[in-house]
């Protein structure tokens, strides 16, 4: 038996198998085109994806907006190796074989790049924008710094969109579905001279949500997204430029928060908890939204040379995001628990690139500069009753009901109806931690391949970097109006130095009750609470990279790679003065691309080895003893991974395709011990061992046009629990809670196009199983009330399209 087999379960050994044999294991691509040849820009150059010496997996933008994947959110399910939580739309977290980061501060970026037309985008808070107008995505595993910059250090996700073409083109799309979902895109595109084209394209997606809560009886899960996007292209004789302009606004309810503990205050961990599943959504968070409004313009010029092309890329990004959320997923004062962050973005990108081949050598070089400037207010909400529970569970005392309670016996010992009417309780508390960062990075870079010989290439590449980043900390007194007022009006009566005289306290006592009420327990640094903070550091680095290609025959291509990869530093958006040190990742990785032209069949597969140093997280670590509260805080881990990526398409015949990939990762720490104090070296670092994906593509003629139907499966194995996931509760696949277990997803199309695609309708169904999974958040448990996130159930859509 292999080492795979041992490791997994039957069940799981069994769907790898099936996708093997159904794909001859595959990196899925959905196109349906009649020729199977994919051009993609993974090396900076456009190329056969079958001589690109890397793992890179491709999607087409038609394909993807036939089983209605609206973004990013929706991609991960049938890439196998990656992986995006967005149980907060404005707070994604990216994964890409097995490495990503928790972090959703403005202070630290992912080590999974985005990048659309090129351009960086930045923090992830405004990464996750709704697929408008695009013409495919190439997800790059493995370091990509060379080519794409200091934050792919794991990899790159690159979104290329539609340029504007030299002809009319209109289309237009009503998709309207269950839980009130309607969503209409628009495409126009004309030329304006004979030099000049216009393309413009615009979307509008949205649903009632798909819960109800019983709060107030409204409905969360919802979705609300509008976009435009319109770009101009001038082709001269000479040189060429496209300007392009992109805009969204996306709104929407909080994210639905399930309890762990029937609604109830419960500390008796993951052992007591109940199926969040079987639990009335009850959320009482004031506000409770998400949403986000994003602005873009890109110049791109292009101007040949007489020994090279040379290509600037100006570009501007700007976003407004928010995000507020109940966390104590009940209406239980006791248990009062929310928070919000607010954040500001804006970046400046300039690049210049030369490309050219000359002799033996196709070469790339460039020069590029970014600027980013980000503000965020992140605050925490509670009540005086909630902080008595979070209080009293830590250091055993409930200090504003003692208050109430001595304020109340002093005024009936002495007739004072005014103490007597005392009440400290259920009033209004709120934090706030205000960062601001500025950030500035040059790099240059270069990639050259050399045609040793006719089958034969050696690519040599690297890229410098020099990283500067600016970051203050500001977090002011809590804000509580209403306590304050009744502790002025109780501190006018001579209140603590009456009670100290009753011998009801004693002076310390007193003096502890007093600074309780009145000092942040949360953003607690006096270093910066009367003025920002401000720490500067700066890195560099050198990423190279080596790869060795060889073509055994025409149609089959064998390589060899070595690169490493870096992740600049940054700031601990939380902890004052916490600071992130670089990370760093090495990588080598071996493969096979080929095509089996008798039977129309091409293949990829590789096996890698990683050894990622300092990744570093902004983890939530259990309650202090000092405030009760959870605070997240930086942790750093050292990680290894060997894995192995397989991927195939299949054309049966004129009818018929199938496709399908599949990634098997054994990844461990190297280096860490988590917040809880437990030594994690060896363990499992989260990632499933297994993820996979199939899909089957058919077109016929029908009814004098052509029907057409589509299937894809994607499947995530469970995730590998180690200690501290499973004492802590986030890791429990075989429990009720279900947290990590395996997942799986099935999207449907069935659709008919009258003659020449002038119109069609379809049924597009997306989570066909209907599968819905959790994922654990200890945030809640400082009021005894921890919770989950639950994904969306099965959506059923029915589509008309028409088209010019």
Not at 523 to 546: I, M
Not at 680 to 690: D, E, H, K, R, T
Not at 758 to 772: F, H, I, P, S, Y
Request: some cysteine.
């Amino acid at each position: 038996m292999s080492l795979i087999q041992q490791r997994l379960p039957l069940r799981l050994c069994a769907s790898a198998v099936s996708v093997a044999l159904a794909s001859m294991a595959a990196s899925v691509s959905f196109a349906q085109d009649t020729e199977q040849v994919v051009v993609v820009t993974a090396q900076s150059r456009s190329q056969q994806i079958q001589n690109v010496p890397i793992a890179v997996q491709t999607m087409s933008g038609a394909a993807l907006k036939d089983l209605g994947v609206a973004s990013l959110a929706d991609v991960d399910a049938f890439v196998p190796g990656l992986a995006i939580d967005t149980s907060q739309s404005t707070r994604p977290s990216v994964y890409l074989r097995g490495v990503g980061t928790q972090d959703f501060g403005i202070g630290t970026d992912s080590p999974v790049g985005i990048y659309t037309d090129g351009v960086y985008t930045g923090k992830n808070g405004g990464s996750l924008l709704n697929f408008n107008d695009v013409k495919r995505i190439e997800v790059l595993k493995g370091p990509q710094g060379t080519l794409f910059g200091r934050n792919a250090a794991a990899g790159a996700i690159s979104i290329v969109t539609n340029e504007p073409i030299n002809r009319v083109q209109a289309s237009g799309q009503v998709r309207v579905g269950n839980n009130g979902k309607r969503d209409v895109e628009a495409l126009y595109n004309t030329p304006l001279s004979d030099s000049i084209a216009l393309r413009i394209s615009a979307i509008a997606q949205q649903d009632d949500g798909w819960v109800r809560n019983a709060y107030n009886g409204q409905r969360m899960g919802d979705e609300g997204d509008r976009g435009v996007r319109a770009a101009v292209r001038w082709q001269g004789e000479d040189a060429s430029a496209t300007l392009s302009w992109e805009h969204e606004v996306m709104r929407a309810s909080g994210p639905p928060v399930f309890s762990l503990t029937n609604n109830t205050i419960n500390y008796g961990g993951p052992s007591t908890w109940t199926n969040p599943l079987k639990t009335q959504l009850n959320n009482d968070a004031q506000p409770d939204m998400q949403g986000r409004t994003f602005d873009g313009v890109t110049l791109r010029v292009e101007k040949p040379l007489s020994f090279a092309t040379l290509t600037s890329t100006t570009a501007y990004r700007h976003y407004n995001a928010q995000n507020w959320q109940d966390n104590d997923a009940g209406s239980n004062a006791a248990s009062a628990l929310s928070t919000g962050i607010v954040e500001s973005n804006a970046t400046w990108q300039q690049e210049f690139k030369l490309s050219g081949e000359t002799g033996k050598v196709n070469w790339v070089s460039g020069v590029s500069a970014y600027r980013e400037r980000a503000t965020s207010e992140q605050s925490v909400s509670a009540t005086t009753t909630s902080l008595d529970t979070i209080i009293k569970h830590s250091a055993g005392l409930a200090p504003y009901s003692m208050l109430t309670a001595l304020a109340q016996g002093l005024g009936k010992a002495t007739g004072n109806s005014a103490l007597q009417s005392v009440n400290l309780l259920g009033q209004g508390w709120s934090e706030v931690m205000h960062d601001k960062g500025e950030y500035r990075a040059y790099a240059a870079y270069g990639d050259a391949i050399w045609h040793v010989t006719d089958t034969t290439n050696l690519t040599l590449g690297g890229r410098y970097t020099h990283d500067q980043k600016s970051f203050s900390w500001y977090n002011p007194s809590r804000t509580a109006a209403g306590l304050d007022a009744t502790l002025a009006a109780l501190n006018a009566g001579n209140f603590f130095p009456t009670l100290v005289a009753a011998k009801l306290l004693t002076a310390t006592q007193a003096a502890t009750l007093k600074a309780v009420t009145t000092s942040n327990i949360q953003f607690t640094n006096p270093g910066s609470a009367k003025s920002a903070f401000t720490a500067d550091k700066s890195w560099n680095n050198f990423s190279p990279r080596v790869v060795l290609d060889h073509h055994l025959t025409p149609d089959h291509m064998g390589y060899l790679s070595w690169s490493k990869g870096y992740q600049s530093g940054g700031f601990d958006a939380v902890g004052v003065n916490g600071q992130y040190d670089k990370e760093l990742v090495t990588n080598l990785e071996a493969g096979m691309k080929g095509t089996l032209k008798s039977i129309n069949l091409t293949y990829g597969a590789s096996v890698f080895r990683y050894r990622y140093t300092n990744l570093q997280s902004l983890t939530l670590v259990p309650a202090s003893a000092t405030s009760g509260i959870p605070s997240y805080q930086i942790v750093n881990s050292d990680q290894s991974a060997t894995g192995v990526d397989l991927e195939a398409q299949w054309k049966l015949n004129r009818i018929w395709r199938l496709n399908g990939s599949l990634e098997y990762l054994d990844q461990t720490y190297a280096n860490y011990t988590a917040p809880t104090g437990v030594n994690l070296n060896g363990q499992a670092a989260g990632a499933p061992y297994l993820s996979a994906s199939a899909g089957v593509n058919a077109r016929w003629p029908a009814w004098d046009g052509n029907g057409d139907f589509g299937l894809v499966y994607g499947y995530q194995g469970e995730k590998r629990c180690n200690v501290d996931t499973r004492q802590t509760g986030t890791c429990l696949p075989d429990g009720e809670i279900g947290a990590g277990k395996a997942r799986e997803r099935v999207d449907l199309r069935l659709g008919w196009s009258a003659p020449g695609n002038r119109w069609g309708v379809a049924l597009v169904v997306n989570n066909l199983t209907n599968k819905q999974y959790t994922s654990v958040s200890t945030l809640g448990s400082a009021v005894g009330s921890p919770y989950v996130y639950v994904t969306k159930p099965r959506v059923i859509a029915l589509e008309l399209r028409t088209s010019l």
